[in-house]
């Protein structure tokens, strides 16, 4: 195979014949979708025709996981195979944090390069850049170029923070020299209006969090001075990324391809484009879903007309469970109705819960994939060593992800035998039917901002969700053999050298 730093002309050479052997991959990473917001998995409200159609086509996981409750962790545990909580700076990141992978550690795309795959992202990033002092008017470095990807255009962190524009291999675009950028997170740029000096600029209002900076009427986290011309336009960014990820996709549709396709919906600020608002009936948030579902579909388009899809492995799942209110009144509370974005499932977002990390995961390959359901436990930090399964890696014998390739092909349906889960660093174990908190004393039930329930008691708390899937019964006092069992397992993969262990004993 050829590695990352191969003969270019001999790979060149053999772009057409490799790409009749190995798959193509695409990944699509929603953000803050909910287990109950597809119709497939049994939403109801809001209308995902296009994704509802693959996953008919494909293999469905009941039991799929993102490793964290919220979006970096889970970024960072797709990315490098690894437990997010064995990195202490895997949290929730401002847009100018260094770079939270090393650049010496693997990745799926570093994988993937050393097997003679081109390796692109288009998308939301938020793994940080750089060193820790970025000059945004100079080339970025390190940024996802620096851990096996080729091509990247992203955005730094997320819609509602700053720098508020798009990053090319490492330059902002369309930047004008004569208006250097500027970014804080602490202090305020003088004479620069924020949503709380400048609440007649607003065309989105701030719940909580979001009144710094204004960028295009909306409210953001963290303070930026210059770059006007760079500045992305929110209403257009769906468009912007799904036309970046259709030129990769015929730019390289005669060699094999890896595409990171990371959606910005439904994170706030929730901004569709014109053409979207009204379509689901729900409010903003019911309508980047339908704008992401066609994106979906328009993908799907390009695959097909440039004679890929039987060539293409597509995985698609969320960083974590979903969210109304996260910041912003958008109506998203008030429009919801009858629709429960984590379907069945308790908690949400943030949450320790299961609704917090148990997320839509699908995989999809025509003609290769028989399309079905499957209650396997799959986690998407196991794609790493499963993909390097598939592509004939050796990189398939990690600490942490685990090859689960014949469950994503949808050849067996076994699963994994245990998994931690994470939720605001605080850890959780599924195994089987089972799941078991760990007593986390003084922790708040409620995030009143976001009013989700966060999950955190005083007592050990065991579900067995296969019966009880939105974890009504806590069963730890009933059943104190299986508690038992389940500390056992959780301590041997967790280690018993965090600050609730000295709680971890059966009186």
């Known amino acids: 195979m050829l590695g990352c730093n191969g003969d270019k002309k001999k790979r ?3 772009a057409e014949s490799e790409s009749k052997t190995k798959p193509n991959i695409i990944i699509i990473y929603a953000d803050d979708l909910g287990y109950g917001d597809l119709g497939a998995y049994g939403g109801t409200g809001i209308k995902t025709p296009n994704i509802d159609k693959l996953i008919d086509g494909g293999m469905m996981f009941m039991s799929g996981y993102a490793t964290s409750a919220t979006c970096t962790p889970s970024r960072f545990g797709l990315l490098t195979g690894t437990y997010p909580w064995r990195n202490s700076d895997a949290k929730i990141l401002p847009g100018t944090a260094p770079l939270l992978i090393d650049v010496n550690q693997m990745t799926i795309t570093k994988m993937l390069k050393e097997s003679g795959y081109e390796t ?25 170029n620096e851990v096996g990807f080729d091509y990247s255009f992203i955005m730094a962190a997320t819609q509602d923070r700053v720098p508020t524009v798009y990053i090319k291999n490492g330059d902002v675009v369309g930047l004008d020299p004569k208006d250097p950028i500027m970014v804080d ?14 609440p007649e600029m607003l065309k989105i209002k701030w719940h909580h969090g979001h009144n710094n900076s204004i960028v295009n009427g909306i409210p953001r986290i963290g303070y930026m001075k210059g770059g006007q011309a760079a500045k992305w336009n929110d209403e257009e960014m769906a468009d912007t990324f799904l036309a970046e990820a ?22 706030v600020p929730r901004t569709p484009s014109p053409r979207f608002v009204g379509a689901s009936g ?4 019911g309508d980047v879903i339908v704008e992401a579902d066609w994106c979906v579909g328009e993908l799907m388009k390009k695959l097909e007309s440039e004679g890929l899809l039987e060539n293409t492995l597509i995985i698609f ?62 986690c998407q930090m196991d794609l790493l ?7 004939g890696s050796k990189e398939t014998k990690l600490s942490d992800s685990q090859n689960l390739l014949n469950d994503f092909l949808g050849k067996t349906k076994k699963g994994r035998e245990a998994l ?30 976001v009013n989700i329930e966060m999950g955190p008691s005083d007592e050990f708390q065991l579900y067995n969700i296969k019966k009880d899937m939105g974890q009504q019964n806590n069963l730890a006092k009933a059943n104190h053999e299986k508690l038992k069992e389940m500390i056992a397992t959780f301590e041997k993969l967790r280690g018993d050298n965090y600050k609730t262990s000295s709680e971890l004993k059966l009186q």
């Open 185 to 198: 997170y602490k202090k305020k740029f003088d004479g620069e209006p924020t949503a709380i000096t400048n």
């Open 120 to 144: 692109g992202i288009v998308g939301k990033w938020h793994l940080g850049l750089g060193n820790g002092s970025v000059d945004w008017n100079k080339h970025i470095s390190p940024s996802p």
């Open 246 to 267: 259709k030129n990769y996709i015929g730019s390289h549709a005669k060699s094999p391809f890896f595409l990171y396709y990371a959606l910005q919906q439904p994170h």
């Open 420 to 449: 931690i889960l994470e939720a605001n660093s605080k850890t959780l174990v599924r195994k089987g039917d089972w799941i078991m908190i760990p007593p986390y004393k003084g922790s708040p039930k409620i995030n009143k901002e």
């Open 12 to 14: 060149d050479g053999h």
């Open 317 to 378: 799942s969320s960083d974590n469970g979903p969210v109304l209110n996260d910041g912003y009144y958008d109506d998203a509370v008030e429009k919801s109705g009858n629709h429960k974005p984590t379907g069945p499932l308790r908690g949400g977002k943030y949450s320790l819960l299961d609704g917090g990390t148990r997320v839509p995961f699908f995989t999809y390959w025509k003609g290769h994939i028989k399309p079905g359901k499957s209650d396997a436990v799959v």
């Open 282 to 285: 729900l409010g903003p948030r």
């Open 385 to 391: 060593a499963s993909l390097a399964s598939l592509v």
